[in-house]
């Protein structure tokens, strides 16, 4: 063995590894616990085991013709859960029933056959046993071909539902994982598919790939902090009637120019907790209560600048105006908002 196969199976193998750990994490370690995270947690290791079976293969060529074949079948394992966490992830009331049980029926087979395969039977004279492997072969593929897309309709139909401009923080946060998902799973099929055809593609891409992948998307589920969401983040709730009420203060009737508004003098107005208004103004505004209260303050800000009394106006005196209680927060929030400081923006707009 020279360094470079030393290098892919390192390669390989490290990938197979953190995904199994990853699994690991969302199967046992994990706090919360939900049925998402462990459909996810469950992919990771259905692929662990197919990828481990390729590692295999490509550094073993006289491969038990059983393994082979286990490792197919794990493939018809795969595009099923896969499914099912994109629907639980878009659905909260998504519940694994007995009708899905039937999903799993072309694993059932596959797995079972492959106990019944002998090495012997893939000599150059046995023609039928090498079309059947070949038909079980592009099935496979195809079969988690047909998943994923069944995986991108579920997301595309989930995004219909909801207009983009109402999306929530953790909404925007599970439609942009889910993306990735998809395109992350049709890259490894295709790389997979193309070694399949006359060995297009070095099979060994398939591992290597894989372990790009899992980094990358372990790297992005914590950063979307997925592992914490799923379908819930679509339900129907009261929250967005208390945030209408909180935006038709605020907005509407202009308490962000009061300069002593404050988060619990908000919520004792619209009658919640700090923390539940909080909540509500962290997901629905997009920001903190002090970035949605600074925000309106600063657009009104815009507007007085604008204007034509905006040239007698001084700086100072649009930032009290408008709520601030210093100069020196006005300007940094401006900035923030608006990308230039209010000055700028004057001269640039005075009319």
């Known amino acids: 063995m020279d360094y470079s196969d030393i ?38 290791i259905f692929m662990g085991f197919r990828i481990g079976k390729s590692i295999l293969l490509y550094f073993k060529h006289d491969l038990e013709p059983f393994l082979i074949c286990v490792g197919l079948a794990f493939i018809l394992l795969i595009g099923p859960f896969l499914r099912w966490y994109f629907k639980g992830m878009t659905n909260s009331k998504f519940k694994l029933s007995k009708i899905h049980i039937s999903e799993i029926i072309p694993f059932a087979i596959v797995f079972g056959l492959s106990f019944l395969i002998a090495k012997y039977w893939f000599g150059d ?5 090498i079309i059947i492997f070949g038909s079980i072969l592009i099935f496979s593929y195809l079969h988690l071909l047909a998943y994923i897309f069944l995986c991108y ?4 139909i989930a995004k219909r539902t909801f207009h983009k401009n109402s999306y929530t923080k953790s909404q925007k946060s599970i439609f942009n994982w889910l993306n990735l998902l998809v395109i992350s799973s049709f890259i490894i099929w295709i790389s997979y598919f193309l070694n399949i055809i006359e060995n297009t593609v070095p099979y060994i891409i398939g591992p290597i790939l894989y372990s790009l992948v899992v980094y ?19 339900n129907t709730n009261d929250d967005i009637v208390l ?18 508004i404050s988060l619990a003098y908000l919520s004792k107005l619209v009658g919640a907790t700090t923390q539940k208004t909080s909540e509500v103004i962290n997901e629905y505004s997009n920001g903190n209560y002090n970035d949605f209260i600074n925000f309106h303050r600063v657009q009104k800000a815009k507007e007085f600048l604008k204007s034509i009394e905006g040239e007698k106006l001084t700086i100072a005196s649009v930032a009290f105006d408008v709520g601030f209680n210093s100069l020196s927060s006005f300007n940094a929030a401006f900035k923030k908002f608006e990308g230039v400081t209010p000055s700028i923006y004057k001269k640039n707009n005075t009319l």
């Open 216 to 234: 990358f998307l372990t790297f992005k589920a914590f950063q979307l902090n997925i592992t914490d969401n799923s379908g819930d983040a679509f």
């Open 7 to 44: 290098f892919l199976i390192l390669t390989s193998s490290a990938g197979l590894l953190h995904g199994f750990l990853f699994a690991v994490y969302l199967l046992f370690l994990k706090k919360k616990k939900s049925l998402t995270n462990n459909l996810l947690g469950l992919v990771l």
């Open 125 to 129: 004279d046995n023609k039928m046993a």
């Open 153 to 156: 309709r579920t997301l595309r």
């Open 243 to 260: 945030f209408e009420k909180i935006s038709k203060l605020i907005i509407e009737e202009e308490k962000y120019l009061d300069t002593d």
